[in-house]
């Protein structure tokens, strides 16, 4: 891995790591990282989705209702 040096507004650096719950500066830069490739993929999953060709078993199957409480676990 490699270091590198930026210069980050304290003031946005403080407020992103309350935001995140985030306790140092690495985590809350790698969480805003993470967040970003993740939100700016998301068009794509979805485009991916949209485009995705079932079969007839694939769009009949049978809906299952999951269990809520106890039981569930």
Known sequence: MT????DIDQAELKQAK???GTTSN???VDLALRTLIA???QP????RIIGRSFEP???DAPTITPRVGPAAR
């Open 3 to 6: 270091i590198t040096s930026i």
């Open 44 to 47: 794509a999953a979805v485009e």
């Open 39 to 41: 939100v700016r993929r």
């Open 26 to 28: 690495r985590e809350t």
């Open 18 to 20: 309350e935001l995140a």
């Open 57 to 59: 078993d694939q769009l």
